[in-house]
């Protein structure tokens, strides 16, 4: 295997080549808005992508925006290409990186993440993703060095020294997590058609209903809060906490962030159980979902909760009232949906025969979306377990078998 001269400075112990990140790129660069912002964007097209696309290890269409062609045709130096690794480089979610899905290219990107494309020959598109996982806490101080915003600089990503091994090694050592990887996201394939398939239903007899009803006269709107942040023994403990930040899919929300039993008294959220829904309505506004495990939420989110009214057709009753309160949602500093929004909304209700239905359908697709969802976690729990000690060399791999 040959290595470009220029990009090596030392060899350390395992045989690896340290180098610096610019070194082995063939690409390294922000995005753009297309003229026009967010008036630019169209129903379909080509992919725009923005940060909310970014997750950590995984893209996310969720809330994908679309151009035209020849807006597309003025970014043609943001166009991305199969195995682009996309890096959120400013804002709260700064230091998230996943691949690009092929499913959704042609596509272009904007000015808040960046394209890093590793040189074939010499690093693993895979590997170079697991290595800026690893080096997550580091990116973050870097981002947090700014006087303004978190934000991570071309200069500071090209700097970013790498043990890089051999093409072999780079392989076993990302075939591992690959599998994991792989599990994941066809966990999340199923939840996605099981949820479409639970939608659908439930559209057909929505749209059938002729019982309108007030939005609050079947579902109670709940608050959350947050406690304070310089406390740390607030957090850590063993209660899930919910904040916007934690939106990964459309229905069942698992959250890794977790508050003190103290910390759940210090704030004004109480515990909600299971299947308990979640609206997102400040920033990220209109995100819904079941909750997969008891949790409390901060105050950017409501809690919904039926007046008589089985929870899953809380979810979908939320879901249509939430679609069109969303593009109303606005506020002074961030977008916003206030319960007074809630309580202007009409929503049609079904019959007691047509909720038994449904509810006899959906009932078993959600409860293996929620399985699927806590073995997604376990998975991410052994992932992130077994990422560093893989890239440090403590895991060998030598045996693994490809």
Not at 50 to 63: L, V
Not at 82 to 96: C, E, K, Q
Not at 307 to 322: I, M
């Amino acid at each position: 295997m040959k290595y470009e001269l220029h990009a090596i400075k030392s060899v350390v112990g395992r045989g690896e080549i340290m180098t610096r990140l610019g070194d082995i790129c063939e690409k390294i660069g922000s995005g753009a808005t297309p003229h026009g912002g967010k008036e630019a964007y169209c129903l379909e097209g080509i992919s725009f992508v923005r940060s909310q696309n970014i997750g950590d290890f995984s893209f996310s269409a969720n809330g994908l925006a679309h151009i035209n062609n020849e807006q597309a045709k003025k970014l043609s130096n943001v166009e991305l290409k199969p195995n682009d690794i996309l890096l959120n480089i400013t804002g709260d979610s700064v230091a998230r990186t996943c691949i690009i899905d092929s499913e959704y290219l042609p596509a272009r990107v904007n000015q808040h993440v960046a394209i890093i494309r590793g040189k074939k020959d010499i690093v693993l598109s895979s590997y170079l993703l697991y290595f800026l996982q690893w080096k997550k806490k580091y990116l973050l101080q870097l981002a947090s060095a700014g006087a303004t915003r978190n934000a991570l600089t071309k200069s500071m990503i090209e700097q970013l020294e790498i043990e890089l091994p051999t093409i072999e090694q780079q392989r076993k050592i990302a075939g591992v997590l690959d599998k994991i990887q792989e599990k994941i996201k066809l966990n999340q394939k199923i939840n996605d058609n099981l949820e479409q398939q639970a939608a659908a239903l439930f559209s057909s007899l929505y749209n059938r209903s002729n019982t309108e009803v007030r939005y609050t006269d079947l579902i109670q709107i709940l608050g959350g809060g947050t406690p304070k942040t310089g406390e740390t023994a607030y957090w850590n403990g063993n209660i899930a906490f919910f904040t916007p930040k934690d939106v990964g899919t459309p229905y069942t929300f698992i959250t890794e962030k977790t508050i003190t039993e103290e910390g759940l008294s210090h704030c004004n959220s109480r515990l909600y159980p299971v299947n308990t829904v979640f609206v997102t309505a400040r920033g990220t506004v209109g995100k819904v979902g079941l909750s997969g495990v008891p949790m409390a939420m901060n105050q950017s989110c409501y809690a919904l909760v039926g007046k008589e009214t089985h929870q899953l057709l809380v979810y979908f009753y939320t879901l249509k009232a939430v679609d069109r309160l969303k593009h109303k949602a606005s506020g002074a500093v961030f977008d916003a949906i206030t319960t007074r929004d809630f309580d202007s909304e009409q929503i049609m209700k079904l019959s007691d025969d047509d909720a038994k239905a449904f509810l006899c359908v959906a009932e078993p697709m959600f409860q293996e979306i929620l399985n699927n969802g806590i073995e997604n976690l376990q998975l991410s729990t052994l992932r992130d377990f077994l990422l560093p000690k893989l890239m440090s060399g403590e895991i060998d791999v030598s045996s693994v078998q490809l």
